[in-house]
DNA sequence: TATGAATGAGGCTTCATTCAT
DNA sequence: CATGAATGAAGCCTCATTCAT
């Protein structure tokens, strides 16, 4: 009986994820070019050479965890929107307090982060993740305050700002949680921030 | 009889300066390891050797670039805040004011996106930075609005949660201009955004 | 009743044809480091792995591939030396022709080029190429040349000189065109080549 | 005092032609891929890092060998032509007795071999040594046998023909010498065998 | 003080080779 | 037999750092 583990295993469907989720966090902590690939093979449990078997180079495996890890988080919300009756301010609750357990919980969401960093650097892939994500979310939100404002429930603010004072609060807050983590202990917490967001921009926003 | 110091008196002088401007902007640009040291010093208008004549190496330089850079900027505002006379939403309005222009126009300012990419590969410098910058402004603003609510001109929020909804969206738009501006022509001014946000603050704030 | 062998047994007899085939032709073409492994799978109709159940590594298959190609070419002259009757400028030409010939159209001929680039690399399959092919070649037309001075056909030139004036200038229009075939139209043609090749060395052979 | 020697020292003017040197060297033992960058350096004396500060990659220090190497050596050949009073048998002579020489003496002659093997993997080279080096030295034998025929020295022969009989012989000896000096100890003297080749030539071309 | 040629460690990438399927 | 996923050594190349000038 043979118990030494084979050199590897052939695991072709399970590989590219396994890659791109190993990506994602080393590129989130250290940064495209501070990440080393010997180390995201380290962390998928392959060889730095298995790495080139799904992805053409360093730069095609970082589009690549873009592309996987931002996609599918939106559409969700998008229908909640589209769905929705009943007040805009309920409706602003209901993405905000969604929107702020993602932040929490799915490892997705630390790509903002990444991208702030990046986007300059690859603006091919700024350009992709600000319209897919960044003008998408805004697009969303955007969409509720106008429908409020139309319904008279809230003021005739400017939509385009108001739609910046609802997203970067959280987004922020995000952001910073993960950059400081190492040193802070004292960030909030986000769906306990997000309900108190939610009450600031409904004073902020409700008609008179 | 000519007083003035020959030329490169003058400049050498000046040299730390310049080279951490140069160092500022390409870090901001790239990220701290995709900046090469060689188009710092070419910015700077020196050569590679000079930058070692005045700092140790390239996270040295790094150091000195976050803290020249992030120190002389909230000294006005605490002044403003400890000189206050009148209301608080007049204050909350000054400092938001002033900071939103200070953003605009400051490059030193650019350094949060900096440190938001870098913290956890620095966590001296992260603490650091937290702690002079991101935790003074807090503080700055935290005692703004526990001013404005022991006085009853603000309703008892949070003050926690209250000045992270203060800070952080001009904070998140400067970043995502910083970061986008690329590929974004959208976004919004600052200045202006600061009075929308203001307003949508005192709203938030205001005692009933 | 169906005798014929199924396809993939007849297939697995070829096998190692269709391989040497394959790497002659990528190693002329690239060279024997250039040459990639999967290329000659691909080429071959075989993935990578299926080389090396025929192959012990890439360096045996390029002593195969040397081996295999160059063998059986000279039989046949040497049987058209040793049976010839008639006079030597006849024997030389049907010599020539015949070269001629196979240079133009066997690819076992390109294997010169591949063995000029590559015998400093590997000076045992030098060795046997040299043995093989050209000295052989050489004592072929050296016979022709000794026989026809002995007969008082030809002058008494220096008969190892002689034969590098008649082998050289094909092999060397050989190797020209295969090396330069990418970007020169004006190479002459092999047979036409041959004859006027002839001719010369006709003149400068004969007896006074 | 200090007697342990320098690291290194500073000698920009001659590296870029010792560095050339060492390639050619190496280009011509092992062929492009398999020559490795450290041992060029190691024989320039310099580091790998050093053959960057002079040129761009590996394919563009190979160009430079070809270029730098070649191209002065036909100027002379040229001239020889141009002034040339005298019978062309005589000259025929001269260029013959000229280049057997180089080829034994000058390194840079051996790039022959070095483009044979390389001209298909390096079209663009491949291209430029053809239209430099090969087809410029058979215009040179080609006007000299052209102006034989005119003067009613030479036989009416094909120019393009002869051209490859007068040029094709020297070259490839050379190109013999170089590939199997590891194994073949009997291959023949360059200029004598000139000597050689061009009474045969001269037999082959005289007017009856 | 300033230069920039030279270094050398370390990363990305390729590809001959192995081996689980 | 055949496959092709996985390996890992080795090469190219970059760039922070050093140091002779």
Redesign the interface.
Known sequence: MDLTPPRWQRRKDARPAEIIEAALALFV??????ARLDDVAKRAGVTKGTLYLYFENKEELFKAVVRETVLPNLEFAELLVADHRGSCADLLWALLEGWAQRLQQSPSTSIS?L???????F?EL??FY?EEV??RSRRLFAEVIQRGIDAGEFRA??V???T??VT??L???K??K???????S?E?DLP??AR??Y???I???RAD
Do not use: T, Y
């Open positions: 902590e250290k940064g495209f070019a501070a982060k991208m702030i960093a990046e986007a300059s650097n603006p700024g350009r600000l960044v003008l603010v400017d385009a700002m108001a910046r004072s970067a609060p987004m922020m807050i952001v910073w993960q950059s400081f983590e190492c040193c802070d004292s909030v306990e921030f108190f967001h009450e600031m921009l004073r902020g926003l």
